[in-house]
Every structure is written in structure tokens, then in C-alpha cells.
């Protein structure tokens, strides 16, 4: 029998297995490697996408320039802000729900600079869970800029004397909120302050909190002057939140729990609005930081904890996109303060500050977006 012929023979009627091609073998097996890898990252993949979509999102209308000016707006000379309830707890672990009124949709515009997004953070001052149409409490315009590789974070004074629609004579930023949901409160600052918000974020008191907590505390520098003005507020919200939260000790560099950090960062009558803006933003870092700070399983971890804790109009991916994004240009922070010093001066009854428009927008759109001069 030759050769060639014993080669193609067959056993039990099966055909003669030919060898492989070493090449191909490893061309297979690299395939499965990445196979592997590339189901691997689906599937971590879907489970952050699972996760960003339990956030609180809130579906918010938008219309254009054209379909707005055809809205008829109610006459707001006639709203009391007075009302609502204030009374309720969140002694169950809720939170108070986003005020979305579609009457007041909110206005398309577009971005100024595509490497510069800017997102409005902002807290409210309810006092319960059904307490919906309140007012406007932290106004925090968070700006990722990815042209300086910095991110600049914005207070906006909530009793900044703006143009409201629906309202013939100036009244308070924080106003806009009760009287619209945040549709007004956007569009307010959007049509006075010259920016390009189409994004948000809120918290209450509680939410707040709870989120301080899952990173463990924060670290803050507490003044002496401080100390009695932040336990009476701790007090506050032990009655609110149904908490026996401990008391401030002493002054310096502590870590605070999240009852204790709010109560800090809401302290008001020590000294001004303007230093308490500024506490606010120092929170708001801190918070920023710490989360910067943990280890990917960690801020897993804290994503799933977290979710509901907070109502956005972001859906999950762009949630993801804007984390990462803002976790990239976190090594510098800059800060601002709007209005800004020597650009409003303040009307007493009722005590609102009435700002120097022209100089203050200038200012303030050189600071976000360092436009030339």
C-alpha cells in the first residue's frame, strides 16, 4: 500500500482528522481571547448602564426658540409662595420629587463651546417629601471644560434680582423654581445670566446627606464661629430626617457626617449669603473628591447605593459620559461667585440685589468660557 493511500485511509468509518495549521490555531484562539474580553466589558458595561438607569431621571419638555414665543404665559403677580406643605418628614427615606410644570418647557439653545458644558446643580429648601413647588435653595452652575482642563464651579446668588416671566417687576432667582418647576428656574438663567444649561441635578436635605454618607463623610475645615450656628441647624434636621445625629465639638479639619456637612454648608445668619455660597461650593468639591478618590469597585458600589438618591434629565449614558468626563479635569477647580463683588448693590425692602448687568455678564462669561476682552 503506498504511502498517499495509508494517509486518506479511514477507522470505524470516520475520516482521517488532518492536522492543523499552526497559524490558524493561534488566530483561533486569539479570537476566543477576545471574544471573552469583549463579552467581559458587555457585561460590565450593561451593569453600569442598569445602574445609571435607576437614577431618578425626569422626563423634561424642551422647545425651541419659535415654539416658545408662541407659549402664553400665566400672569405670576398673584402667586403666594407662602403655601405648601412643610411640615412632613423624610423619616421613611423619601425625597422630594423634581417640580416639573409643563407649562414651562424648556428653552433649546445651544451650546457655546463644545469642549465647555455647563450643568446646573442646584438644592431645594423643602421641608418634606410632598413639598414640591418650594423655592430654589444652592444654584450651582457645575462648568467640565475640557479647553482649559479645569472645572469651574459657579454660585448663583439665590437673591439675585432677575426677570422672571410672568412677572412685571424684578424678583429673586430663587423664586423662579416655586413659581415654574425647572423649566423657569433654566430659562431664568439661561435669558439673565447669558449661558447655555439644558442639563440639571437636584437634591433635598436628605439626599444630600444620605450621599455624604455612603463616601463615608467629608473632610472640612470648620471655623470656631461656626461650630454653635452648624449644631443648631444639625438640630433642625435631626427633627426632620428623625436622625440623633452628634453635635460639632470643636473647630478645625474634621470629617463630617452628612447631617453634619449640610447643616454646615446651609449656615446663614453667622456671617452672609455670600460666605455660605461659598460653603456650599467647598461641599460641593469635597463631595467631588472624595468620590474621585475611591477605587472603581468602590464607585460601583457607591453608583448602585446611590441610585434614586437624586433627579436628573440626564438618561444613563449621558450620566456616564459626564462623570467620566468631569472626573478628567478634576485636578483644578476655580471658583466664582455671581453677582460678583462691586457689580449689584442691594435693595433693602425688599431685600433683593439689583445687579450691574453689563458688567456683571462680562465678567462672568470671561471667567466661563475666557472669552477675549
Not at 13 to 19: E, G, R, S, T, V
Not at 95 to 119: A, F, G, L, M, W
Not at 193 to 215: C, E, K, P, Y
Not at 253 to 270: H, P
Amino acid at each position: 500500500m503506498s504511502s498517499n493511500t495509508l494517509d486518506n485511509r479511514t477507522y470505524g468509518n470516520q475520516p482521517a482528522k488532518q492536522p492543523k495549521s499552526k497559524g490558524k490555531l493561534v488566530i483561533r484562539i486569539l479570537c476566543y481571547i477576545l471574544c471573552g474580553l469583549l463579552g467581559l466589558g458587555t457585561g460590565i458595561f450593561l451593569y453600569i448602564y442598569k445602574l445609571m438607569g435607576a437614577v431618578g431621571f425626569v422626563n423634561t419638555p424642551f422647545v425651541n426658540q419659535k415654539q416658545y414665543d408662541t407659549i402664553d404665559f400665566e400672569n405670576l403677580d398673584d402667586v403666594d409662595l407662602n403655601s405648601g406643605d412643610v411640615s412632613s418628614s423624610w423619616a421613611e427615606g423619601g425625597h422630594t420629587r423634581v417640580y416639573v410644570n409643563e407649562k414651562y418647557p424648556i428653552k433649546k439653545v445651544s451650546q457655546k463651546d463644545s469642549k465647555i458644558e455647563n450643568i446646573l446643580v442646584f438644592g431645594v429648601d423643602s421641608r418634606g417629601t410632598s413639598d414640591v413647588n418650594c423655592r430654589a435653595d444652592a444654584i450651582l452652575v457645575v462648568s467640565i471644560d475640557h479647553r482649559h482642563d479645569c472645572i469651574k464651579m459657579i454660585s448663583l446668588m439665590r437673591d439675585t434680582g432677575v426677570k422672571i416671566e410672568g412677572r412685571s417687576a424684578t424678583d429673586k432667582l430663587t423664586h423662579a423654581y416655586a413659581y415654574g418647576g425647572v423649566g423657569l428656574l433654566i430659562n431664568t438663567i439661561n435669558d439673565n445670566f447669558g449661558l447655555d444649561i439644558q442639563r440639571f441635578v437636584m437634591l433635598d436635605f436628605g439626599s444630600s446627606s444620605n450621599l455624604i454618607d455612603l463616601v463615608g463623610g467629608v473632610e472640612i475645615e470648620v471655623s470656631a464661629g461656626e461650630v454653635r450656628y452648624c449644631n443648631k441647624n444639625i438640630d433642625e434636621e435631626r427633627e426632620l430626617l428623625g436622625k440623633d445625629v452628634e453635635y460639632l465639638t470643636h473647630a478645625g479639619k474634621q470629617n463630617l457626617n452628612g447631617v453634619q456637612a449640610t447643616s454646615w454648608a446651609r449656615i446663614r445668619y453667622l456671617d452672609s449669603d455670600y460666605v455660605r455660597s461659598g460653603r456650599q461650593r467647598t461641599l460641593a468639591l469635597a463631595l467631588m473628591k472624595k468620590v474621585a478618590g475611591l477605587g472603581k469597585l468602590e464607585q460601583a458600589a457607591l453608583l448602585e447605593d446611590s441610585a434614586g438618591m437624586f433627579e436628573t434629565n440626564m438618561n444613563a449614558m449621558d450620566m456616564m459620559r459626564l462623570t467620566l468626563s468631569a472626573i478628567e479635569v478634576l485636578d483644578e477647580v476655580r471658583e466664582y461667585r455671581a453677582p460678583a463683588d462691586g457689580m449689584f448693590r442691594v435693595q433693602e425692602d425688599p431685600w433683593i440685589m439689583l445687579v450691574d448687568w453689563d458688567s456683571q455678564l462680562e465678567d462672568l462669561h470671561q471667567f466661563i468660557w475666557e472669552e477675549s476682552k
